[in-house]
């Protein structure tokens, strides 16, 4: 969430410079991302007047322009923007300003007139990413003044993470609050702590049309504020039915607060003023229309969503509810969506207007030329929304705040404060706010018992009864003391506070870390034992680097549909409440993540990709969930890096038997290379090549996957290069101990050894049964040459052996070593239906 330091200040005394403040707070538990200026360096920009606009005579797009900088005489400019016009105020670049980008503002000549600096528009000052025109300044801008300063620009900007148990401070309020329990100090004048009770009520289905003030408890500053009356100059002379919405609260327990107001008359394409721009740009939001404007403005500086609809698009009441069974709703991106029974939904007499607390619907979305508005600001249980967007992809800056809970009694102070904002530049007419609600549904906040005994236990350190006490009134807590400790009743908007030891936190963080001193350890510290052929991760990772691989780290959750098309008979493990509906459900292989990662580096251009993750995949056997140390790679692309010693038309690409190396690489590092077989599957997996596949064993128990992904799928995923890919089981590289050998001082003899046998028997199988036949005696088997040819039947193909024997205590003689080949040839014969060839 981005936090303008000035906007803060606006609300609490801040006795730190932004960097200390982000700092504090990071130590508090908002965590600073990053600390950024308000708007890029630039100098000698002053606010001007343009005093006239006429044609350039060479040109029909320039305007020579006569500009009041403030003292001396006016300056001439050539100015080729559309909305350059006499009354204007803008923003001048004097000549020697220095604009962002490098760029030097000179004296120069357009087609033959003279032109004293530019006026400039905020895509150029570095205020907005695209603009359509010079910037515009409202009427009271002082011309003269230098723009930086009129317009606060030398502020700084805190991009602060705040976690998901804490939609209490996902706005400028929320922040200040936490600055001012850090500080000790009150929130500024009427921004002083918000209500803790509403002096109103209502049944579930009444529309209340009432003037409301808010009333503040326990030892907190009270402020008043009273809602619009007939009286006051935005409210229309009298209430009428035609003036007000009716609501009707079906899902009381998902929607017990709803406050609504019909405004009237609002001129939509009206500017918003500079500063509520401003402020929005700081705080990553884009400026639209001022009713829209309002609405965000309000819930960045309270917290609470707010929502606007075309009212003479409403048909009839306003009715929430839960939607139907596969119930339509076409939203404000264009987008429809069905809704199940468990989604909650805004509707009026002719269908769904809105996703409650997601996004509102297109049918009844203000536009520049809506007059009359129907302001919603309503108070959903985060039980109700949370979830809910991500089954669609959504994630908005209303469904943030209200699964993870908004202020309940916030509700009427942000219709006040949206509609003092709108009357002030858009005008308007509003009838009296109505409040819809459920009073026996309202949520409530039960007190929570914090034992000082427990506090020091949990902490290690005990602090003073009034340090403790002082700290949680500071977060607008109530706190009664007992003889245990305390008994404390968090405030409205704090849903994270249910058990003790979220009070522990609460006096910890505030108080500071760095208070609790550092002591030695109670316990002694026991290493875990560390087996030795357990393989080390960083041998692992290392010689994968090695041969040109690249880690990756991915969700360990994933598309179902990739997924099932991977593996279409092996079951996932479905999430109750997604992130999003691609990343839905438990990864059965590394191999969905890292298909994603290679597509997404291929989009990017990058045709060489080596990929390797070590991580976990979740496989259910039996009923039981289980956690399998898995490493996996993907290489698609040439063979070789481009270079000069291999033309580009000889760029071969990646095979089966490259990726087969890399891993035979690997498992070298085991110590037990020979214990590992690669062998081709009886049945292979759906997503690899039928011919390009192979089941890696070692010592006869399977230990993982190779091969080429199926042509289908290479074409179906818009691959340029067929990808291959491996995947290891991390416990079946256990490291074999290395055992003492002693090296024969006796000569080898070798003999080669020409083998036909048919082309399905693999070279593994026939190494296999040779090492079996020759007993110890053979100390090295080398196959160098495969021929297939005249003299060699049809289906069958010659296999040439290099056989290397030694004895540790002899030398072997002729006699020795012909009865080996023998026995050899023997077993071939009946084994594999071998023919030796002469």
């Known amino acids: 969430m981005k936090v303008p330091y000035s906007w803060l200040a606006d609300w609490v005394d801040i006795p730190w410079d932004a960097a200390e403040l982000g700092s504090r707070l990071t130590l508090a538990g908002f965590e600073l991302d990053a600390l950024e200026p308000a708007a890029p360096e630039f100098s000698g920009v002053v606010v001007a007047e343009i005093l006239s606009a006429e044609r350039h005579p060479q040109a029909d797009k320039l305007q020579v322009c006569q500009v009041a900088v403030g003292s001396g005489e006016p300056v001439q400019i050539v100015c080729g923007a559309a909305n350059a016009r006499a009354g204007l105020k803008s923003a001048l670049a004097v000549v020697g300003a220095k604009l962002p980008g490098d760029l030097n503002i000179k004296a120069a000549k357009l087609r033959g007139v003279e032109s004293q600096g530019m006026l400039a528009s905020a895509k150029e000052l570095g205020l907005a990413e695209t603009s359509t025109g010079i910037l515009e300044l409202p009427d009271d801008a002082p011309v003269g003044q230098p723009l930086r300063e009129y317009l606060g620009l030398d502020d700084f900007i805190l991009d602060l993470a705040v976690g998901p148990n804490r939609g209490d401070a996902m706005s400028i309020l929320g922040i200040a609050r936490e600055v001012a329990a850090l500080t000790g100090k009150a929130l500024k004048g009427s921004h002083a702590a918000p ?83 401003e402020r929005l740009r700081r705080a990553g939001v884009r400026s639209i229309s001022p009713v829209v404007d309002v609405t965000n403005y309000v819930m960045l500086e309270l917290g609470q969503p707010m929502h606007a609809y075309d009212l003479r698009k409403l048909r ?77 992809g959504l994630v908005t800056d209303a469904s943030q705040r209200y699964e993870r809970g908004v202020d309940p009694t916030l509700q009427q102070r942000a219709m006040d404060k949206a509609l003092t904002l709108l009357r002030s530049f858009a005008g308007g007419t509003a009838s009296q706010v109505s409040v819809t609600q459920s009073a026996e549904h309202q949520p409530a906040r039960k007190p929570v018992q914090l034992r000082r005994s427990r506090l020091e236990r949990l902490l290690g350190v005990g602090f003073a009864d009034e340090q403790v006490a002082a700290t949680l009134s500071a977060l607008q807590m109530k706190v009664v003391a ?51 052929e357990k393989p080390a991760e960083p041998v692992i990772l290392e010689a994968l680097c090695m041969r040109g691989y690249q880690e990756a780290i991915t969700f360990a959750f994933v598309d179902p549909a990739l997924q099932k098309r991977l593996f279409p008979d092996t079951e996932g493990l479905p999430l109750a409440n997604p992130i999003a509906s691609d990343l839905s ?24 990709i080596r990929l390797f993750e070590h991580g976990a995949k979740f496989a259910v056997v039996d009923g ?15 063979r070789l890096p481009e270079q000069w010693g291999v033309a580009p ?14 891993l035979e690489a690997l498992i070298t590092a085991t110590g037990s290379s020979d214990s590992f077989v690669f062998e081709a599957p009886a049945t292979p997996l759906a997503c690899l090549h039928p011919g390009r596949a192979a089941r890696i064993l070692r010592q006869g128990r399977e230990a993982g996957w190779l091969g080429e992904l199926h042509p289908l799928l290479v074409k179906e995923l818009d691959f340029t290069y067929t990808p291959v890919l491996f995947e290891l089981d991390v416990d079946a590289l256990a490291v074999e101990k290395p055992l003492y050998r002693e090296i024969s001082r006796f000569p080898h003899v070798r003999r080669d050894l020409a083998v036909v046998v048919d082309e399905t028997v693999a070279l593994s199988a026939l190494a296999e049964r040779v090492v079996l036949a020759a007993s110890s005696l053979l100390c090295d088997l080398r196959i160098f040459d495969v021929y297939r040819g005249p003299g060699v039947e049809a289906g069958r193909k010659s296999v040439a052996l290099g056989l290397i024997f030694q004895d540790i205590s002899r030398t072997l003689t002729d006699d020795d070593v012909e009865r080996l080949m023998a026995s050899i040839s023997a077993d071939l014969r009946v084994s594999l239906n071998a023919r030796i060839r002469e």
């Open 316 to 392: 009839g009441d306003i009715r929430v509810r839960m939607a139907r069974a596969g119930e339509p709703i076409t939203l404000l991106d264009g987008r429809t969506v069905e809704a199940g029974p468990d989604v909650l939904l805004i509707t009026d007499d002719d269908g769904p207007v809105g996703l409650a607390g997601i996004m509102g619907g297109q049918r009844t979305s203000v536009s520049d030329d809506t007059t009359d508005v129907f302001l919603e600001v309503a108070y959903f249980s985060p039980q109700a929304i949370a979830g809910r967007a991500r089954r669609w």
């Open 624 to 638: 039981a969930l289980r956690e399998i140390d898995t490493l996996a790679g993907v290489a698609t692309g040439p």
């Open 649 to 662: 038309v000889g760029r071969v690409p990646v095979d089966f038997y490259d990726v087969k190396g890399d």
């Open 585 to 608: 459900v438990m990864r059965v292989s590394l191999w969905p993540g890292l298909i994603r990662a290679a597509q997404e580096n291929q989009r990017r251009q990058q045709d060489r």
């Open 482 to 532: 007992n003889a245990e400790g305390w008994l404390i009743t968090p405030p409205a908007h704090r849903f994270d506070i249910t058990i003790e030891p979220d009070l522990i936190e609460e006096v910890a963080r505030i108080i500071g870390y760095q208070a609790i001193p550092e002591s030695d350890a109670i316990g002694p510290h026991r290493f875990r034992p560390s087996p030795e």
């Open 195 to 277: 209500p803790l009770s509403v002096r109103v009520q209502a049944p579930a289905t009444v529309g209340v049309t009432a003037e409301l003030s808010f009333e503040f408890t326990g030892e907190q500053e009270v402020v008043e504020e009273t809602w619009l009356s007939p009286q006051d100059p935005l409210a229309s002379p009298a209430s009428n039915a035609k003036d007000s919405v009716a609501v009707n609260l079906d899902a009381p327990s998902a929607c017990p607060t709803f406050v609504g107001c019909v405004i009237r008359g609002v001129n939509n394409r009206s500017a918003t003023p500079a500063w509520l721009r």
